[in-house]
C-alpha cells in the first residue's frame, strides 16, 4: 500500500532519484563527506560537493563512484541509504516498526552500463538490498536512456543512443526492446576534465583542482572551434613556484586539449557501427544517432560526431534526465521489460 518505487541513475558525476508516478526528486553530485574518525556520513550531494579539495584532516570528501561503476562499496550504501530516506519521506500515518520493513520497504532500480561485469552487477544489488530496498532491481543504461529519450525502443527497427555521463560513454543499437549491440568506453566527463588539467601543467605551468577544470569545460569548452572565441580567468597553483597564479585561457586552447578524448569516445560510436548488422544501419543512417547524458550537452559535441562518423546527431531533450526517466517507466511497467532487467530480493 505504502510501498514506492524508486529509480536511481548511480552516476560518477551526479546521482538522479526518480519516484514512479511523481517524477524527479533529486539531482545531486555523487560525492559523500566521511568522518575519518569513526567513518560516519557527514554530508551527501550538493553539501558535500562544496568540501572536494577543501578538507581538513578529520574529513573526508569523495565520489564513491569510479568511471560508472562502485568504487567504495560502504560508502556508495551510505549514499543510497540517504537517498532513499529522502524519496520515502515522512509517512502519513505511524507505522510499527515491525510492519514498516513489510509495508515501506521500496522496490528500488539501478541503472549499470552495459559494459560492466558480473561481480560489479552484483555489487550494485547488493548495495541497494543493504542500503534498505526489499527488491532490487537493474537495468542497462543505454535502454534505459532510448527509453527515457522517447525512442519506440520495441519497434522492429534500429535505433542508436550514445550515452556519455561522467565516467563512461556507452553506444548501444537497439531494436525489438533489447541491445543487439554495444559498446562501453570508460572515458567521458571525467577524462575530459582531467585533459584540460593536464593542459594547463603542461602548457601553462599551472594546476588546477577537478572543480575549475570542469567549470572551464563548462563555461567555455566547445568540441569544435568557436567563431568567436571565449576567454576565462583561471586560478590555481605555479607549478614552478609553488605560488597561487592567474592565467587567462581561450575557448580554442580547450578545444585543442580536449580534442583527443572526444575522439576515443566516438571510437566506441564508430567501433558499433561497424558490428551493426546492414538492415539496422539503414535505419540508423535515415533516423541518425541520439546523444543523451550530461557530457553529450558540451558545445558542438553533436556537429564533431556528425563529421568524423558521417551519421547525423543529435542530443535528446533533457539529455541529463533520459537514464533516471526511462528507469522510472521501466519500473512502472516492470512486466513488460521482465526480459532486459537483473532483480534480487
Known sequence: MFRKKIAIDLGTANTLVWIAGEGLLANEPTVVAISAEDNKVVAVGEDAKKMLGRTPEALIAMRPMREGVIADYQVTEAMLKYFINKALGELPIRIPRALQNVLVKPDVMVCVPAGCTQVERRAALDAT?????AHAYLIDEPLAAAIGAGIPV??????????????????????LGGVVVSKSVRVAGTKIDEAIQAYLKKKHNLIVGDQTAEEIKIKIGSATKLEKEEKLEVSGRDLVFGLPRSITITSSEVTEAIRSTLLQIIGSVKGVLEDTPPELAADIIDKGIIMSGGTSLLRNFDKLMTEETGVPAHVAEEALLCVVRGTGLVLENIELWKRSITTKK
Open 129 to 133: 538490498l543493504a542500503a534498505g530496498a
Open 154 to 175: 520495441s519497434a522492429p527497427s534500429g535505433h542508436m543512443i550514445v550515452d556519455i555521463g561522467g565516467g563512461a560513454a556507452e553506444a548501444a543499437v537497439i531494436s
